[in-house]
């Protein structure tokens, strides 16, 4: 098994420019989340899912959106980037009550 | 809401020191308790958890945390610490059946040195 996998591992944006950051699991895992670790403030919950077509919002959503169409994917988009929002991003997955497992992160600049 | 404190962003100790790492929660309800390690340049790996049961939790590395509800803390340890042991720890918190929603603490760097 892969585990979680995400793409691209680094990217660079200009201001205004959109993007999405993909996030692939092949465990068959239900819950998956999108968090943003930053210097100082450990990881903050973006998104999360806790199914196939079912998302709610974390402690910091706004500037992006998700979808779960797959029980596989999960990606994050940015719908029009913004300097506060380079960061590392890393997805996450977990079979229902249990812990999450990390990928790989997308290290995110936003010019 | 829940949040977790991490008193220590830096921790020096030598090779083959015991060391502690403090984490302390805040809830009013149940919660599940988790350690993560970060080394340079990857992402989170799972050290240890606490859902239910024993409130001592051990890894397969040496490290163990004890769960104390009354002091409300999760607190890591290791008798004696390797050059290897050298990452960053991440304390962090669920409520139960919510695992796809965690609360991190801001993370302690741990630096072994010879």
């Known amino acids: 098994n892969a585990g979680v996998t995400q793409t691209p591992k680094f990217q660079v944006l200009k201001t205004g420019q959109s993007m999405t950051l993909q996030c692939a699991q092949d465990?068959?895992?239900?819950?998956m989340s999108w968090y943003r670790q930053d210097p100082g403030m450990g990881l903050r919950l973006i998104h999360y899912s806790v199914g196939a077509g079912i998302t709610d919002q974390g402690e910091v959503p706004n500037g992006y959106n998700v979808s779960r169409s797959t029980t596989e994917d999960f990606p994050l988009r940015l719908l029009s980037a913004a300097p506060s929002q380079t960061s590392v991003y890393f997805c996450?997955?977990?079979?229902?009550?249990?812990?999450?497992?990390f990928g790989p992160g997308t290290r995110l600049t936003v010019l | 809401a829940q949040s977790v404190t991490q008193l220590d962003s830096q921790v020096p100790v030598f090779e083959e020191a015991p060391v502690e790492l403090r984490c302390n929660y805040s809830?009013?309800?149940?919660?599940?308790l988790f350690w993560y390690v970060q080394y340079p340049n990857q992402g989170l790996q799972l050290l240890l958890k606490?859902?239910?049961?024993?409130?001592l939790v051990e890894s397969i590395n040496g490290f163990e945390a004890e769960f104390n509800k009354s002091q409300t803390s999760f607190h890591l340890r290791k008798p004696s610490v390797h050059i290897s042991d050298t990452a960053e720890y991440f304390c962090a918190v669920s409520d139960p059946g919510t695992a796809s929603k965690l609360t991190f603490g801001t993370g302690t760097r741990l630096q072994v040195t010879l």
């Open positions: 809830s009013s309800v149940s919660v599940y």
């Open positions: 465990m068959n895992h239900e819950y």
């Open positions: 996450a997955s977990s079979y229902r009550d249990n812990e999450q497992f």
């Open positions: 606490y859902l239910s049961g024993s409130t």
